[in-house]
């Protein structure tokens, strides 16, 4: 139930000039959740929620957003000593771009990042970007995560 409650207030404040998210049913004020006993005494915030984002969070550009030539890819992540890759990936699973991407701080802290990649496509396409860590102790991908995006031509 926190998790919902989460994703809620991540959608609504994404947008400057929401600051909280104020929970209402019928017009009055929600203060338990669901018969959870989950109490909620105001406006919620990004960070009364602060445990409940994958490893790396992408939330530029939106969940299915246009995405710019360059593609501007930011948000937060807490991986191990900060590092991750992102891709830009066609329908067919063609890499488009990747990246090498660092967050400003790594392992037990939720840092940002702010990367841009060039990418390049013909038409119009609803593809993914994909962000991933690799592990340390054996090298596969873990913390994946894909976000679809529009691609646009050019670049």
């Known amino acids: ?25 019928n017009g009055q004020p929600v203060t338990s959740f669901s018969g959870t006993c989950i109490v909620l005494t105001g406006p919620s915030a990004w960070a009364d929620y602060h445990d409940f984002p994958p490893a790396i969070f992408m939330d530029r550009p939106g969940w299915g957003r246009t995405l710019p030539n360059p593609a501007r890819l930011a948000g937060l992540a807490n991986v191990f000593q900060a590092p991750f890759a992102a891709e830009i990936v066609a329908v067919d699973g063609t890499v488009l771009a990747e990246r090498a991407v660092s967050a400003c701080c790594g392992t037990g802290c939720l840092g940002t990042f702010d990367v841009t ?17 690799l592990s340390a102790k054996d ?12 691609l646009t031509p050019g670049g």
């Open 117 to 133: 990649i060039p990418y390049h496509v013909n038409q119009v396409e609803p593809p993914s970007v994909t962000v991933y860590d």
């Open 1 to 25: 139930m926190f998790g919902r409650l989460a994703q809620v207030v991540y959608t609504l404040t994404q947008f400057p000039k929401v600051p909280g998210v104020a929970f209402r049913l």
């Open 139 to 150: 090298g596969p991908r873990v913390n994946a995560a894909s976000y679809p995006v529009t």
